[in-house]
């Protein structure tokens, strides 16, 4: 940079990084190296931590509340994601057009996107009040008595399932209509000219065309599944009888409830070396499933 | 949206004339069109309806919900619910603290990594690849990693209750600065040059060239973390248990424990917590749906 030499430059430097930094240092990176650490002590916060080794871990290893936890957050995603994707996708199909009103509905389909997770939570529990909610009414009027929903053990997971889905599909589908728009439209052009069917197109070009942003929105949904929290804690807060607990919301027990902090932090690095891991594998399936256009 | 309606050239075959063709062609696009809309229409009713259901068991008084069946219109509507829920928690402190707490972070967030993106984008500097990297990699570790510590933290500094809690640990944004930092790359560099040449520094060339060059970028990144600070949940839940300092979310998470058969109350303040983003969201659409756009590494 020209006239800005030695200790100028450094200040100038330090000017543009520091705020940033500072705050990074402070509350990101310094917290992580600190959780990390965290996992082999036990703490309490009224008395002083005491260091235990690999005791959380060996824990970890056998709770079987984090087990179940795990295996609700598992059913969760196998749950969600495909829901999430097919009906985002098919949004996104209906959406990628010149339509009268076209705007009206995107804007609907916002709505649940933009609302806070806690509102929107109530909201879904108020409609799956077994007695009084608004849902087993409708089901009712078919002459199909609904279930107790967030008060039975086995529709509890599927109402959470139903709320996500209904909250995140804006944001998903959006997310395909992205990758949807990047397709050149000539392709579809030149295979019209082919004599291409729309359904011929939509299985040899638009799909195929489609597969790295089904890959992108797939690690998404599975990162933001593992990390299910706000829904579950207001729905259900993990019940009936434990029935959906997730990983995050045992981050949450753990350190509010039991004052257990060394425990807590090993359960948020089990959680974060399984999205880890999880987005490795699919990143390596990704080039593998390599779409050559 | 930018796809139009694609025009398809017939080709005709043996034995079909042309208008045989083109009838069949309209019918097919009739038939995908009404599929569109049907799709449309049944998906934004039950993305509107919930909503519709929450207005109208906020406007109906404390404790008129509980009919069979249930009256999608209410008869009376009023805002008594309203006013009710205000006594029950200091909403109305709570929606204050909302608005101070997302309106300092996000101005914070935008400045920092504002700054820092023209440092790693625009500046050469030793460690500054490393730096970024280092940046790049919390993104990976979900926030529930920091959480503990950054509590622990909180209470060390006595912050525990206290907007310096609510914000502060929100000032800076790995996010953020990678976002900003990607607009400010593609800006040319004669223009910087040319500033400099002509005597211009560091600052004045962030803020009169680079700063404005960048603003949808911006406006992007502003959007996504309204939303995100606004609706957060998890930290405001850790750092407060006086009801005078928490924000809308949790505030509202208390509602259902101490009110749990009272949905009026509820709802009506489930309305209060969603209506200032909804608006929000109706007067920047645009804005709000890029952003959603390119919100992907968010996460």
Known sequence: ?293 | MSSAPRSIVAVPLAGESTSQISEKKNRISILFVSLRYLILIIGGLTMILPFMWMLATALKAPGGVLTIPPDIIPDNPNFASFRKVMDVVPLGQMFINSVVVTTLVVCSQILTSALAAYAFARMQWRGRDGIFTLYLATLMIPSQVTITPLFILMREFGWINSYKGLILPGIASAFGTFLLRQAMLKVPREYEEAAFLDGANHWQVFSLIVLPMVRPAIATFAVLATMASWNDFLWPLFVTNDANLMTLPVGLSLLQGEHTSDWNLIMAGAVIAVAPLILIFFAAQRTFINGMMQSGLKG
Do not use: C
């Open chain 1, 1 to 293: 940079m020209v006239g800005d030499t030695g200790w100028r430059r450094n200040g100038w430097i330090a000017f543009f990084v520091l705020p940033s930094l500072i705050g990074m240092l402070l509350f990101v990176i310094g917290p992580i190296i600190a959780s990390g650490v965290l996992t082999f002590y036990e703490w309490d916060l009224l008395t002083d931590p005491e260091f235990i080794g690999f005791d959380n871990f060996r824990r970890l290893y056998h709770d079987d509340a984090i087990w179940q936890a795990f295996k609700h957050t598992l059913a969760f995603i196998f749950g969600y994601v495909p829901s999430v994707m097919v009906l985002g996708l098919l949004l996104a199909l209906a959406l990628n057009a010149k339509l009268k009103g076209l705007s009206v509905m995107r804007t609907a389909f916002f709505l649940p996107v933009v609302s806070s997770w806690v509102a929107v939570a109530l909201l879904w529990t108020w409609l799956f009040n077994p007695r009084y909610g608004l849902i087993n009414y409708g089901l009712e009027q078919i002459g199909i008595e609904g279930p107790k929903w967030l008060y039975d053990a086995d529709w509890a997971m599927p109402a959470i399932v139903i709320t996500s889905v209904w909250k995140d599909l804006g944001y998903i589908a959006v997310l395909f209509l992205a990758g949807l728009q990047a397709i050149p439209q000539d392709v579809y052009e030149a295979s019209a000219l082919d004599g291409a069917t729309r359904g011929q197109q939509l299985r040899s070009i638009t799909i195929p065309l489609l597969m790295p942003t089904v890959f992108f929105v797939s690690i998404i949904a599975i990162i933001n599944s593992f990390q299910v929290f706000p829904q579950v804690w207001i729905m259900t807060e993990g019940g009936p009888a434990g029935a959906t607990t997730v990983l995050v919301e045992r981050v949450v027990k753990h350190a509010f409830s039991y004052g257990e902090m060394g425990y807590a932090a090993t359960i948020s690095w089990a959680l974060f070396a399984i999205i880890f891991t999880v987005t490795v594998i699919q990143l390596a399936l990704q080039r593998r499933v390599a779409y050559d256009v």
